[in-house]
């Protein structure tokens, strides 16, 4: 590998909006005494014939648990890899991690919404309280054949109102809803409809294996968390952090799991 390359940021494919300059770490983008602090993580693809997917499973495990103060894990989408019978067998991967983890389905996870409540615990579309005055929302963008879906806006309305009222409200999806990657979808209206309620800080996507950064719209910062597994996109498996400190200032970092190296950052 390319060393130099490797620790050159920031990967945006095809965007037509372009991402805001990484910020300085001298800038205070790292915040001082914890609030909150998650962990989301994409594309394990468990399963995947010809990847270490094992192998990619617990350095991840590892690199979270060489994490302090680490309120919950949000795997974002393509958990396993077409095959609806290793669903059981990554929940029990899952179920290693010391901290409360959730989880969004992604277009390989193609197993119903029913079949993924009975096995996973938690639905497709979910939303649940961070703290005392902050929330985390997760929309589902696919269906059981893996198809690329527009996510229920009434519901995603339904949610947000909900939470209109929080601080901090921090919104997963696996697949961009908007065509400024390769592999997104124009679902613009959803968009308009996060933009419009100031509680949401920041939307964090999967899907985009060569895509790491953040994109702008409308003010609102959409990231994404590179992957840690499969057998294509960028050669650095990574994880993306995010903190809000005591005074409500919320930063996200992406990790690469074997080293730790920060390869970008942002303030939200």
């Given at each position: 590998m390319n060393r130099r390359h490797f620790f050159?940021?920031?990967?945006?494919?095809?965007?037509?909006?372009?991402?805001?300059?990484?910020?300085?770490?001298?800038?205070?983008?790292?915040?001082?005494?914890?609030?909150?602090?998650?962990?989301t993580a994409s594309d394990g693809h468990w399963?995947?014939?010809?990847?270490d997917y094992e192998v990619a499973h617990?350095?991840?495990?590892?690199?979270?648990?060489?994490?302090?103060?680490?309120?919950?894990?949000?795997?974002?989408?393509?958990?396993?890899?077409?095959?609806?019978?290793?669903?059981?067998?990554?929940?029990?991967?899952?179920?290693?991690?010391?901290?409360?983890?959730?989880?969004?389905?992604?277009?390989?996870?193609?197993?119903?919404?029913?079949?993924?409540f009975r096995i996973m615990g938690q639905p497709t579309n979910h939303a649940f309280p961070v703290g005392d005055d902050m929330g985390a929302i997760i929309l589902d963008c696919s269906n059981e054949k893996g198809e690329y879906r527009c996510v229920d806006l009434d519901l995603?309305?339904?949610?947000?109102?909900?939470y209109a009222d929080l601080s901090h409200v921090?919104?997963?999806?696996?697949?961009?809803q908007n065509d400024w990657t390769r592999h997104g979808i124009d679902c613009k209206p959803l968009l308009d409809l996060l933009a419009s309620y100031p509680a949401v800080r920041a939307t964090f996507h999967g899907h985009d294996h060569d895509v790491d950064g953040q994109m702008i719209y409308r003010g609102k910062p959409f990231l994404w968390s590179g992957h840690f597994g499969g057998s294509?996109?960028?050669?650095?498996p990574s994880y993306?952090?995010?903190?809000?400190?005591?005074?409500?200032?919320?930063?996200?970092?992406?990790k690469t799991i074997r080293e730790g190296v920060i390869l970008n950052a942002h303030s939200l």
């Open positions: 050159q940021k920031l990967s945006l494919v095809g965007a037509p909006l372009l991402a805001l300059p990484m910020l300085s770490f001298e800038n205070r983008v790292f915040p001082k005494t914890g609030r909150l602090k998650f962990i399963g995947q014939p010809g990847t617990r350095e991840l495990i590892e690199a979270i648990h060489r994490e302090k103060d680490v309120d919950f894990v949000l795997f974002n989408g393509d958990l396993i890899h077409d095959d609806a019978t290793l669903l059981p067998e990554v929940k029990g991967i899952y179920d290693q991690l010391q901290v409360p983890y959730y989880l969004a389905r992604g277009n390989h996870d193609r197993v119903s919404e029913a079949e993924f995603a309305k339904t949610f947000l109102d909900e921090f919104v997963f999806v696996h697949i961009s294509w996109g960028n050669p650095f993306r952090v995010c903190e809000v400190d005591a005074s409500g200032k919320a930063s996200t970092y992406l």
